[in-house]
């Protein structure tokens, strides 16, 4: 087990000056769309790239802006950067995220916008078998060879991925394959609130942040919460990794992405690799609040695991 540190130097830290507009790729998704609300709540000017009209028309009702923009389509992005000067980049897991990466940080590039903040993952690998980690890594080394400045957020395991598991939950049983390995598991909502700290101040230019939850668990301590928080057993169950896959197929997953989950969780969960066992204060230290803890998740999330 790695010891709690955070990748964060010491830095002046400035309001960046209201005007400009901030474009938010994938803003339709759970942390796109924390992130859209919380810039708007708090004033800053934001734009919400779309790719369906119904979905600009809904942002437009609750008076954001929103415009059309395609990771797909490289034309459609820099139209969407027309008076934008910061852009954060969202990308998709799928076959193709790497190369709507590319096409994000190139279009920024063309557009002149002057800061990027990608949203990577804290396992990112260019050599990794994970697809969504190893098409991150490929992004953030585009966007460090761009004029203008960036910063890479690093995010954990997303706390709201345990829905995934809510059948067996409501059986009493939390399936996994990753053995005694530990996780620091992040709310997207604290990944949106780091998000909008680093868009809308100075100081964070050429920075990778790995963002995580304030505790190390293992999936029985996960198991454990869920016990304590729903009031119904919960054991946690290691499956190897064969059958665990078969397990997320017989869930409905395809194989590209059951593939890539077990690989997650026996390569950098079990084993801890590519910074799997690791813990920062990271969010508590650029938003002043504490990450919100996997129990606190549960508490408020408790109907989605409902019998």
Known sequence: MRNSY????????????????ILVTGSTGDIGRRLVAQLS??????????????????????????????????????????????????????????????HG??????????????LSTGDANPNSPIPWANAPAHTDAVLK?????????RPSAFMQNLVQSAVPIKKGVFPQTAGRGVLAWIDTEDIARVAATVLTNEGHEGKEYYLTGPELLTMSDVASHLTAVLNYPV??????????????RAGGLDSWTARGLVHQFIDVVRKGHDFGDLITDTVHVLTGTPARSVREYLVENRAAFAR
């Open 235 to 248: 054991r946690h169950l290691h499956l190897p990794g064969p059958l665990f896959f078969l397990a997320l």
């Open 6 to 21: 955070l990748f964060l130097k010491e830095s002046r830290i400035m309001s960046h000056p209201v005007g400009q507009k």
């Open 145 to 153: 060879q761009r004029s203008g400045s960036w910063t890479i957020l």
């Open 105 to 118: 940080v190139e279009a920024a590039q063309a557009a002149g916008i002057r800061h990027v903040v990608h």
């Open 41 to 102: 709540r708090d004033g800053h000017p934001v734009v919400a790239m779309c790719r369906k009209p119904e979905q600009i028309a809904d942002f437009e009702q609750h008076g954001i802006e929103a415009v059309f923009g395609d990771l797909e389509k490289p034309a459609s992005i820099a139209k969407a950067l027309q008076a934008c000067d910061r852009m954060f980049l969202l990308t998709v897991a799928g076959r193709a995220q790497q190369e709507h990466g590319r």
